[in-house]
């Protein structure tokens, strides 16, 4: 099992751009979470999402923040029009069971805007 | 507001030292306390938990209702804890849903 993947590992986009950040979770595992990591600050949580659906979107950003994680394939972390304030650590973490289990943390993507 | 505080941001001792890493929360209700390790280079991994009240390369934390704190500690550093240490929060039980301090850096000197 080689663990959460995430990918890219760093990503540059220019403002305006769109920046698409990808995790696949661990084998069996169906819960996906995204946290985001501000320079200087702490993980803080975004969306928890289970197969085809989104659980818990508490902290995403109302606008231009999406996520998905479809039925085949991983996990999307989608922000449209990214601005300076988007430059981030992005990290993905998941877990087999919803409560009671290890969620596994993949390396993040270090989206850096310009 | 739920909140983990950890008011060391770099924390930097001798090997063979003791070690404390302090977090407290706020939170209302009965929460679940994790510590997180982050060592150089390497990938978010859990260290240990309240409720497993297991010890973990030989750190061990408490849970502190009354000070509302979950110190990390280790009785003699080594070189090899030398990493990014993070305290969290989880309302829910969940482990994916986390509310994580800002993190203290342990530096351990030879």
């Known amino acids: 099992n080689a663990g959460v993947m995430q990918n890219p590992r760093h990503l540059v986009r220019r403002r305006g751009q769109e920046a698409r950040l990808r995790c696949s979770p661990m084998?069996?595992?169906?819960?996906v979470y995204w946290y985001r990591q501000l320079p200087e600050e702490g993980l803080k949580f975004m969306v928890y999402?289970?197969?085809?659906?989104?659980?818990?979107e508490s902290g995403m950003p109302k606008e231009r923040f999406s996520a998905e994680f479809p039925k085949e394939g991983p996990s999307i972390l989608r922000i449209q029009q990214v601005v300076r304030g988007d430059s981030a650590a992005y990290f993905c973490?998941?877990?087999?069971?919803?409560?009671?289990?290890?969620?596994?943390f993949g390396q993040g993507t270090r989206l850096t805007v310009v | 507001a739920q909140r983990v505080t950890q008011p060391e941001k770099l924390l930097s001792v001798f090997k063979g030292a003791p070690v404390e890493l302090k977090c407290n929360y706020s939170?209302?209700?009965?929460?679940?306390l994790f510590w997180y390790v982050q060592y150089s280079r390497q990938r978010l991994q859990l260290l240990l938990r309240?409720?497993s009240r297991e010890s973990i390369k030989g750190f061990t934390a408490d849970l502190n209702k009354g000070e509302t704190s979950f110190h990390l500690k280790k009785p003699f550093a080594q070189e090899e804890d030398s990493a990014m240490y993070y305290c969290?929060?989880?309302?829910?039980?969940?482990?994916?849903?986390?509310?994580f301090g800002k993190g203290t850096k342990l530096s351990v000197k030879p």
């Open positions: 973490a998941s877990s087999p069971l919803s409560v009671d289990t290890e969620a596994f």
């Open positions: 084998k069996g595992h169906s819960h």
């Open positions: 999402l289970q197969k085809e659906n989104i659980i818990d």
């Open positions: 939170y209302s209700g009965s929460p679940e």
């Open positions: 309240h409720i």
């Open positions: 969290a929060l989880s309302e829910s039980g969940s482990q994916g849903n986390l509310i």
